[in-house]
């Protein structure tokens, strides 16, 4: 059984004429381009340990919780964040939580820090720590714009 030890927090902001290109270029301003991404739910493993960049070989799996949006133009924001709940009991897991859209950057975390507080309740965790990560731009009129922010586990 594969469990994941560490994690990191990433975020992007990619331009490019396709979708897809936006994406990959807010993955690799992200730091997670050149990993096969692996797109899992909302747990942190028990005993996880934070890292400041991610160190697994180019070309590697890579299980990371995301969230992204893509636009071209518009004179709204585009967001994408995720939340972060890590238990004072290192023992026990964590959840991370992700939102999405054209919104004020302050309204996508303060709703995705209130999902990861009802999340880690549920879970019987009294006292846990938050941290939110997120991407936020107006999109470009001529490019496509992709703002991506992730949790990334292995």
Same mark, same amino acid.
């Given at each position: 059984m594969y469990i994941p030890q560490y994690y990191r927090l990433v975020k992007g902001v990619g331009k490019a004429e396709t979708p897809l290109l936006a994406f990959d270029a807010a993955l690799r301003v992200a730091g997670v381009g050149d990993y096969n991404l692996v797109k899992v739910s909302s747990i942190l493993p028990a005993n996880s340990v934070e890292k400041d960049k991610v160190d697994l070989q180019v070309g590697a799996l890579l299980p990371i919780v995301y969230s992204y949006y893509t636009k071209l133009g518009g004179e709204a924001p585009i967001v994408a964040a995720v939340a972060l709940g890590i238990p004072e009991d290192r023992d026990k897991v964590g959840v991370i939580m992700e939102i999405?859209? +054209?919104? /004020? +950057?302050?309204?996508? #975390? /303060? !709703?995705? !820090?209130?999902?990861?507080? +009802?999340?880690?309740?549920? !879970?019987?965790?009294? @006292? %846990?720590?938050?941290?939110?990560?997120?991407?936020?731009?107006?999109? /470009?009129? @001529?490019?496509? @714009? #992709?703002? %991506?922010?992730?949790?990334?586990?292995?």
């Open positions: 999405s859209g +054209e919104m /004020d +950057e302050h309204i996508a #975390c /303060d !709703r995705v !820090r209130r999902m990861v507080i +009802e999340a880690m309740q549920v !879970r019987g965790n009294k @006292t %846990f720590d938050i941290k939110v990560v997120s991407s936020v731009i107006v999109p /470009d009129k @001529t490019l496509y @714009t #992709c703002v %991506f922010a992730g949790v990334a586990l292995w």
